[in-house]
């Protein structure tokens, strides 16, 4: 069973472009979450999709936003880039998401504002 | 709202001491606890989970955690470390109705040969 995939695996940007990562989930999973992992701030929730609806989000602000797709592949993005958005951009999926589900998580995609 | 606290950001230990790492959540209700290691240049992996029953769980390379209710702890525990378990360890909960984890900031264990 393949794992979490996440593309791109490494990129760079500059300050005020955006970004778009994609992620695809293990066959079979309806859920997918999304974190960002900093030095400074360790992992923190961004948000959660289920069967392509926002079922929770983190105290992020507008400029990161997320969707997910009907065969469950979610993407990510982040726009008006700042220096501090510079991180490991995790995805993770599960069965059904919530409390009795095991995240797996993907390799992350790992973004560098300039 | 939920949170995790690992009190050790990082311990260094020689190959055949005994580990363990510290994990405290804040939350009164029902909680699923969750160990994770991310090795370097690689993924976050689960070492081992805490649902419900059996307040010891063994997880993967020989590690296990107790579930501590009235301490509201989640330690982890290695009789006998190796170099390979060089990694940053992650607790995490996810209580109630809850779907999001919160994880731990996080420690990080270097083991000399």
């Known amino acids: 069973k393949a794992g979490v995939t996440q593309t791109p695996r490494y990129l760079i940007k500059t300050r005020g472009q955006q970004v778009t990562l994609s992620c695809s989930p293990i066959?079979?999973?309806?859920?997918v979450s999304w974190y960002q992992q900093t030095p400074g701030q360790g992992l923190q929730f961004l948000f959660e999709?289920?069967?392509?609806?926002?079922?929770n989000k983190g105290n992020f602000p507008g400029r990161f936003s997320g969707r997910q797709f009907s065969n469950s592949r979610s993407e990510m993005n982040v726009s008006t880039l700042e220096l501090g958005d510079s991180a490991l951009y995790l995805c993770?999926?599960?069965?059904?998401?919530?409390?009795?589900?095991?995240?797996?998580f993907g390799a992350g995609s790992r973004l560098t504002v300039l | 709202a939920q949170s995790v606290s690992q009190h050790n950001h990082h311990v260094i230990l020689s190959e055949a001491a005994s580990l363990e790492l510290g994990c405290n959540y804040s939350y009164g209700g029902t909680v699923n606890l969750f160990w994770y290691v991310q090795y370097p240049g690689q993924h976050l992996q689960l070492l081992l989970k805490y649902f419900s029953g059996d307040p010891l769980v063994k997880g993967i390379k020989g590690f296990e955690a107790e579930f501590i209710k009235s301490k509201f702890s989640f330690n982890l525990r290695k009789p006998s470390v190796q170099w390979s378990d060089t990694a940053e360890y992650f607790c995490?909960?996810?209580?109630?109705?809850?779907?999001?984890?919160?994880f731990g900031s996080g420690t990080q264990l270097t083991v000399l040969p």
């Open positions: 999709y289920f069967s392509e609806t926002q079922r």
């Open positions: 066959s079979g999973h309806r859920s």
């Open positions: 993770a999926s599960s069965d059904t998401g919530g409390g009795a589900n095991v995240l797996t």
């Open positions: 995490a909960v996810i209580s109630g109705s809850a779907r999001q984890l919160t």
